[in-house]
């Protein structure tokens, strides 16, 4: 049974392929990639490394041939990338794929402002309109991402957000990549839809309590309106629409989206899920 995965060479991509490498027969796994000189290592391991790009879709025939079950990994295309995760579906359909993992959200519906949610929920509904079996990983937000927030927060001293008292269950990479790993070589996932999440939810306060620790310095908390929060991030250098999206997120936050805590990770990985804090080991502290 071949298994393959697309966004192989990214970083979810390619930590759930080193997963997939060590419960699986190499030669059954499938690495897809826009560059598959990224993955030399992994191809001398005994995967098939095949080039796929999600614009063009004359790829797709050859890169999902003989592949049964398919890890879909989002592209970084936001408000394009509907279209090109529909084609994949149908191409994925076309070659005789039976099952697709899809890496989604929390909380993918119409009352959820963060920023990807039409995407995703559009994805998930082409998936249960596609006559396949399908399984969706609800990935909570990386916690990896917030090493560097919290690295500011020490060195200003202060933390300016929009969450409110809203918290984030933060989950790691590497945590979503094994629960990847699991589903594609585990049978009895099929119509499920998981959310993906840490051990715990973690509010702005709590982000700062870490930051404090980390740094040896207080951190105050400044929660701001959304609009306020979008034109300091702007003036900082983002671009609009990163601005738009780091603050869609916080939006989300505020209103409860991402705050569920579930047990998916150690039920699918038999090993805990990873704190947040467990990353903050290198952050040097303050000066």
Same mark, same amino acid.
């Given at each position: 049974m071949a298994i393959a995965i697309t966004g192989a060479s990214g970083?979810?991509?390619?930590?759930?392929? /080193? @997963? &997939? +490498?060590?419960?699986?027969?190499?030669?059954?796994?499938?690495?897809?990639?826009?560059?598959? *000189? $990224?993955? =030399?290592?992994?191809?001398?391991?005994?995967?098939?490394?095949?080039?796929?790009?999600?614009?063009?879709?004359?790829?797709?025939?050859?890169?999902?041939?003989?592949? /049964? @079950? &398919? +890890?879909?990994?989002?592209?970084?295309?936001?408000?394009?990338?509907?279209?090109?995760?529909? *084609? $994949?579906? =149908?191409?994925?359909?076309?070659?005789?794929?039976?099952?697709?993992?899809?890496?989604?959200?929390?909380?993918?519906?119409?009352?959820?402002?963060?920023?990807?949610?039409?995407?995703?929920?559009?994805?998930?509904?082409?998936?249960?309109?596609?006559?396949?079996?399908?399984?969706?990983?609800?990935?909570?937000?990386?916690?990896?991402?917030?090493?560097?927030a919290i690295r500011q927060m020490i060195a200003t001293g202060r933390y300016v957000t929009n969450t409110g008292d809203g918290a984030t269950a933060y989950v790691t990479r590497e945590d979503c990549a094994a629960v990847a790993a699991a589903v594609l070589t585990q049978d009895g996932h099929e119509g499920r839809a998981y959310d993906v999440t840490g051990p715990e939810a973690l509010t702005a306060a709590d982000l700062a309590a870490l930051a404090e620790k980390a740094g040896g310095r207080p951190v105050e908390t400044v929660i701001v309106a959304d609009d306020e929060l979008t034109a300091q991030l702007e003036a900082a250098g983002l671009p609009p629409e990163a601005a738009k999206a780091i603050v869609s997120f916080g939006a989300a936050t505020r209103l409860g989206h991402l705050c569920h805590v579930t047990s998916v990770v150690p039920d699918l990985t038999g090993r805990p899920a990873t704190p947040l804090a467990d990353l903050l080991t290198d952050v040097p502290p303050a000066r």
């Open positions: 970083g979810l991509g390619r930590s759930t392929a /080193e @997963r &997939l +490498l060590q419960l699986a027969d190499p030669r059954e796994v499938v690495l897809t990639t826009r560059n598959p *000189a $990224a993955l =030399a290592d992994l191809a001398a391991r005994g995967a098939q490394v095949r080039r796929i790009d999600f614009t063009e879709p004359d790829t797709f025939p050859t890169a999902f041939a003989g592949v /049964e @079950r &398919l +890890l879909l990994i989002s592209t970084d295309a936001v408000g394009a990338r509907l279209d090109q995760h529909k *084609a $994949a579906i =149908a191409g994925a359909a076309e070659a005789g794929v039976r099952h697709i993992v899809y890496t989604s959200v929390p909380e993918p519906v119409p009352g959820n402002p963060a920023l990807v949610v039409p995407d995703h929920a559009g994805t998930e509904q082409a998936l249960r309109e596609s006559g396949l079996k399908w399984t969706m990983l609800r990935n909570n937000l990386y916690a990896h991402m917030q090493v560097p």
